[in-house]
């Protein structure tokens, strides 16, 4: 084939996504945005902070509690959050948790640009500032449903992601500029400005009311999904989903025993690893190359909504990622390791989108936030176990040895999710009442 033709090819599917897929919905376009603008902006605060409680002799100590007060409400908050969702509607929440932020971030702009700033009041800001995040992010993986059909969910949801993790490479290096040239006050202006037009976009998308299941767009029901009877008589709790699902609590489980490994490997482990044998600069190559990794992940997502068992092709996702972080340490230097690292984040992305897109499709509507927020729960709420752990194996053992020890960890917890029948079977169209009455016995 031509390069011209592989060109006319390649536009041409171009024009076919945007006409036929998620990019096509206004409301998903200005999510998107919005998600972008404030990742951005996020990135800039995460670089700010530090260096504005650093240079005012401030100390480690200090930062350290600062995050602490964002860390604990937001993880609080965060099963507040998913209930808000399902009462008063994702959109809603969203959108008072970015005005409120967007207030806060600016009175962090004020304070950083007077001589001595009263650092006394950064805990207090820090800690609204992480209970409005908590309220926040149950929120924003309830929203994708009410806008987008189901046969674009998968999609969508690839999309966003990959739109946040772009953001999220672009925001350190824009956060570092500002904060060099100018210090952290317009770092933190930037920021505000980013809350302000993500809810300027949340304000422009048009969803009436939370659907019920009697009027969400019909779709194949996964396996383990409860029936549309089951759906319309649900109760109002999400224990009353919880406690006779065996597929939730595998579910969780998993992803509690996947983000203590992860978390430890990637925020603990990988610049122990870089800071004796590959340097900063090593350091920083390997975390482009997970971002990177993740956005290839992501996109390959998109194009991945009609696989036949998607829940046990995302398992093999994880399977793959696993082995690559076993042998981060001892593929020859800083190339082998970038590219394990890579292959992790192609895999992680790819299976992370499969399995949200199928809870999304699996859960009531009515409790979709509280199922968020138990997932999310369960992936924050093991950070800082995950961490204080990891960093004391590490001291002991090095951080070479720690990483196949995840990469093991994370692989048994797969293949004995993989041994329930539910699980294996999570979003194939076919088993859709047997899986459903199997989660009753």
Known sequence: MSSEAANAGGAWRLRAAWRGGPLVNRNFRLLSVGQFTSTVGDFCYA??????????????????????????????????????????????????????????VALLAVLAT?????LVMLGPIAALLGAGEGVFLPASFTIMPTILDPDKLQAGNALSSAMIQIGSLAGPVLGGILVTTAGPGPAFAVDAASFALSALALTLIRVPRLPTPSD????????????????????????????????LKVIIGVCIAANLTSGGTFEVALPALAHAKFGAAGYGALIACMGAGSVIGTLAAARGSKLRRPAFVACSAFLVEAAATCLVPFL?????????????????GFGNIVMI???????????????????????????????????ILVRHLGPSP????????????????????????????????????????
């Open 47 to 104: 670089i700010a902070l530090p260096w504005l409680i650093l240079s005012t002799h401030g100390g480690p100590v200090l930062l350290g509690a600062v995050l602490a007060c964002y860390g604990v409400p937001r993880t609080v908050l965060i099963p507040v959050g998913g209930i808000l969702a399902d009462k008063i509607g994702p959109r809603t929440v969203m959108l008072a948790a970015d005005v409120s932020r967007c207030v806060l």
């Open 114 to 118: 007077r001589s001595s700033a009263p």
């Open 216 to 247: 969400r767009p019909a779709a194949p029901s996964p396996a383990g999904a409860p029936t549309d009877s089951a759906r319309q008589q649900a109760a109002p709790s999400i224990w009353s989903l919880l406690r006779p699902s065996r597929l």
């Open 332 to 348: 020859g230097g800083l190339a082998g390791a970038a590219a394990a690292v890579l292959v992790f984040g192609i895999c992680n």
């Open 357 to 391: 897109t199928l809870l999304q499709q699996w859960a009531p509507s009515q409790l979709l936030g509280r199922v968020m927020s138990l997932v999310m729960l369960a992936s924050v709420g093991s950070f800082p176990a995950s961490v204080a752990v990891s960093g």
């Open 402 to 441: 720690f990483f196949p020890v995840a990469g093991i960890v994370l692989a048994i917890s797969i293949l004995g999710a993989l041994t329930q029948r539910q699980f294996r079977e999570f979003g194939t169209p076919a088993a859709g009442e047997s899986g459903s009455s199997a989660e009753a016995g």
